[in-house]
């Protein structure tokens, strides 16, 4: 079982660009939600997908969207970055069945915004 | 509305001996109460969960969390702490009732264990 697998690792972007983020969910798994983790915080919630739809937003901007695969698999999209942007962001899956269920949680992508 | 605190930033202790990392938190409804461990530029790993039943819970490497609804506290515990358990540990709550599906993360408790 590969876990929950994150791409890129590392990337490096400047102001106004566009990125994308992509999330495999833990085998068995069908939900994903996604974070941002600034340095020496706690993961902030940005949303989450179950059965390809967006199922609960946090309190981000609409410069972040996503998208969820019928394989379950997500993207992350933020457009118009900005230097506060740069963070680590986990994905993380679980099953949608019971909200006792535990959180597995990806490596992260590290993202600077120069 | 759900909250979750860990009072302390940083937790010192010396290998060998026990070790508390502290966590409280606020839910309108029964808690489903999650603690996780991260290690330096990795994701978090999940350790152990209350759910409902024992308040003692067991996870993984030795941690423990006794849930304590009068105190509202998930305090997580380790009878003898080692060098490699020196991480950031995040404590999470979820409400048993409501609409939401989402975790509140604390903002973590950095844990060194010296020599």
């Known amino acids: 079982d590969a876990g929950v697998t994150q791409s890129p690792t590392h990337l490096i972007k400047t102001r106004g660009q566009q990125v994308t983020l992509r999330c495999s969910p833990k085998?068995?798994?069908?939900?994903v939600s996604w974070y941002q983790q600034a340095l020496g915080q706690g993961p902030q919630f940005i949303f989450q997908?179950?059965?390809?739809?967006?199922?609960q937003r946090g309190n981000f901007p609409d410069r972040f969207s996503g998208h969820q695969f019928p394989n379950y698999s997500s993207e992350l999209n933020v457009n118009a970055l900005l230097l506060g942007d740069s963070a680590l962001y986990l994905c993380?899956?679980?099953?949608?069945?019971?909200?006792?269920?535990?959180?597995?949680f990806g490596p992260g992508t590290r993202l600077t915004v120069l | 509305a759900q909250s979750v605190a860990q009072p302390e930033d940083q937790v010192n202790v010396a290998e060998g001996n026990p070790l508390t990392v502290k966590c409280t938190y606020s839910?309108?409804?029964?808690?489903?109460l999650f603690w996780y461990v991260q290690y330096p530029n990795r994701g978090l790993q999940f350790l152990l969960k209350?759910?409902?039943?024992?308040?003692l819970v067991k996870g993984s490497y030795g941690f423990e969390a006794e849930f304590n609804k009068s105190q509202t506290s998930f305090h997580l515990k380790k009878p003898s702490a080692l060098v490699s358990d020196s991480a950031l540990y995040f404590c999470?709550?979820?409400?048993?009732?409501?609409?939401?599906?989402?975790?509140?993360f604390g903002r973590g408790t950095s844990l060194i264990v010296h020599p």
């Open positions: 209350y759910i409902t039943g024992d308040n």
């Open positions: 999470a709550v979820r409400d048993s009732s409501g609409g939401s599906y989402i975790p509140t």
């Open positions: 997908y179950y059965e390809e739809e967006e199922r």
């Open positions: 839910v309108s409804g029964n808690p489903y």
């Open positions: 085998s068995g798994h069908d939900t």
């Open positions: 993380a899956s679980s099953r949608a069945a019971n909200r006792g269920n535990e959180q597995f």
